[in-house]
């Protein structure tokens, strides 16, 4: 008698729930890895997070396939980067159909400029980290407001460890000597980091992995390293190696490793998450420019 009458208890329970938690977690689209694991870091098991650009994706040249237009218009949520970064996005909502509310996570970042465009790479900043959890965990309260606690206690607990780690990345490049905190990337991805926390870095390529650098602009570079002395150089995953391999051999900068810029990696890969790519990152500056 008592075992039907928790059953009966349950299924008044199921009767009452929300239609959210009854259909399950909330369907939230992400543009590219890194906006997935913040979601992922907010939403916790309320959410069931897509990402479109995938691990090691190039978010700046991705053709989006026709799978990608179904999961937008299966979404209840899509979270972007803004600043120009996913200028493929538009046509893929419009072939969508999907009529899911849309978040900026930049929003209320001041962004850089290059020229007349926006440097999109906010992310590379932890301060501005925190201004895209904010902003996901307030779309996600929008979205599923029974969750909403649960939502805002992830999104600080989560902002604690990024405070935790822009403390790690400022004491990592205290100890760099000032005259080494200069280093060659592939792309501009970094500007970011570099005014946060004073590494200066110099690209080749400007903000987009689509654009070419011209023959006068890696010359300039290679006479750069050469008169300012510049020790290291660096890949990176979501690149092409072989301009940055040119450089060095020309110059006798040593490859110093690769940095995450534009991607994290698999779950077998050394940086799965944000916090574990930009501790890789600084581990990797430090090490060759430590010295």
């Given at each position: 008698m008592r075992r039907l009458q928790f059953r009966i208890f349950c299924l008044a329970m199921l009767a009452?729930?929300?239609p959210v938690q009854a259909a399950g977690a909330l369907e939230v689209v992400a543009s590219f890895s890194i906006i997935g694991d913040f979601v992922k870091n907010v939403g916790g098991d309320r959410v069931n997070v897509t990402t479109l650009v995938g691990p090691n994706g190039d978010v700046h040249v991705y053709a989006p396939a026709p799978a990608d237009a179904k999961k937008i218009a299966d979404a209840k949520l899509l979270v972007i980067n803004g600043l120009g970064l996913e200028g493929w996005l538009p046509r893929l909502l419009q072939s969508s159909g999907g009529k899911a509310p849309i978040t900026v996570a930049t929003n209320g970042?001041?962004?850089?400029?290059?020229?007349s465009d926006a440097d999109p790479h906010a992310w590379q900043s932890v301060?501005?980290?925190k201004i895209y959890v904010a902003n996901i965990s307030d779309a996600l309260v929008a979205a599923d407001p029974r969750d909403a606690a649960a939502f805002r206690a992830n999104?600080?607990?989560y902002a604690a460890e990024l405070d935790a780690l822009e403390a790690e990345v400022r004491a990592a490049v205290a100890q760099i000597r000032p005259e080494h905190r200069k280093v060659i990337s592939t792309h501009d991805a970094f500007g970011y980091f570099a005014s946060s926390y004073g590494i200066d870095f110099i690209a080749p390529s400007g903000v987009s992995t689509e654009a070419e650098p011209s023959a006068r602009d890696v010359a300039k570079i290679i006479s750069q390293i050469k008169s300012a002395k510049i020790p290291a150089v660096f890949l990176e995953n979501s690149g092409d190696p072989?301009?940055?391999s040119r450089i060095a051999a020309e110059t006798g900068a040593k490859v110093g490793g690769?940095?995450?810029?534009?991607?994290?990696?698999?779950e077998k890969?050394?940086?799965?998450?944000?916090?574990?790519?930009?501790?890789?990152?600084i581990r990797t500056l430090t090490s060759a420019l430590g010295n």
């Open positions: 009452f729930a929300s970042v001041a962004p850089l400029r290059l020229g301060a501005n980290a999104a600080a607990r072989r301009l940055v690769t940095l995450f810029s534009d991607a994290l990696t698999d890969g050394p940086c799965p998450t944000y916090i574990e790519m930009v501790r890789h990152n």
